[in-house]
């Protein structure tokens, strides 16, 4: 027999909630100490659940559960002793594109403590609403690297030569950018020196005052995002299309 598990007072974000049976939900939660876990909620949508207001999305929380198995049961769940982001309209919708995007590519009791930072700072980022799209791109750009798919922004692929500014390149999946020659294939995007070179800098608040950069950066980060998604499709990319 299995050993029971049992974590207490883990801060988490729930990622994504759908129902179980007449009353309780299974949850899929990021937590800091165990990357993303399975959790069963017991009776949590019952008419008398004391608990129902607590199983809240984009909220910092604080989680007990155990069990054994791949499915324990939550023992507790409070809000935590933080003021939770309020989102609303283009900030609530790339919340729901950032939810979705590691609940695809993040697996399971992966343990990734930089990536519960990046989604807790990237929540309250999108709380002041300004420059919602270079947010969402950052966070992109930082999460590939964490999963160890980093991109090469800093120098040319096939000959290890610096990005030069007035050039255009091409940016091949898992190889980076290459100048610009015939033979580019068709749908692959194409970023000018300059902006590979803000990107290799971190100068994201150039980028953002560069309509051209910034939907360069757009097309290539979808480029490669919908790479590692494979067959997924993203249903907030439907109700948000002009920015993720």
């Known amino acids: 027999m299995s050993t029971v598990k049992v974590v207490n007072t883990q801060v988490a974000y729930i990622l994504h909630k759908r129902a179980y049976r007449e009353t309780s939900s299974i949850l899929e939660v990021l937590t800091k100490d165990f990357g ?3 959790l069963m909620a017991r009776g949590c949508r019952g008419a008398h659940s004391k608990i129902a207001g607590n199983f809240l999305l984009f ?17 507790s769940i409070e809000r935590a002793d933080i003021k939770a982001p309020v989102l609303k309209n283009k900030s609530l919708l790339s919340a729901m594109y950032i939810n979705e995007l590691l609940m695809y590519l993040l697996h399971k009791d992966d343990v990734h403590e930089a990536v519960f930072e990046r989604y807790h700072h990237c929540l309250y980022a999108l709380e002041n609403n300004l420059d919602i799209e270079i947010t969402l791109r950052q966070f992109e750009i930082k999460l590939l690297e964490l999963l160890g ?39 692959v995007p194409q970023l000018s020196g300059s902006c590979l070179l803000a990107l ?13 950069f910034l939907a360069e950066l757009k ?15 993203l249903k907030s990319r439907e109700l948000f299309r002009p920015v993720v």
Do not use: C
């Open 36 to 38: 993303r876990v399975s």
């Open 59 to 75: 909220t910092p929380l604080v989680i007990s559960w155990q069990g054994r198995g791949s499915l324990p049961y939550v023992k």
């Open 149 to 187: 798919f980093g991109l090469n922004f800093h120098a040319e692929a096939d000959t290890g030569e610096a990005i030069v500014a007035n050039e255009v390149y091409s940016y091949y999946l898992e190889h980076g950018p290459v100048r610009n020659s015939e033979s580019a294939g068709a749908g």
């Open 200 to 212: 290799s800098d971190e100068r994201f608040q150039v980028i953002a005052e560069n309509p051209q």
């Open 219 to 233: 097309r290539l980060m979808r480029f490669i995002i919908n790479h590692h998604l494979g067959h997924k499709k």
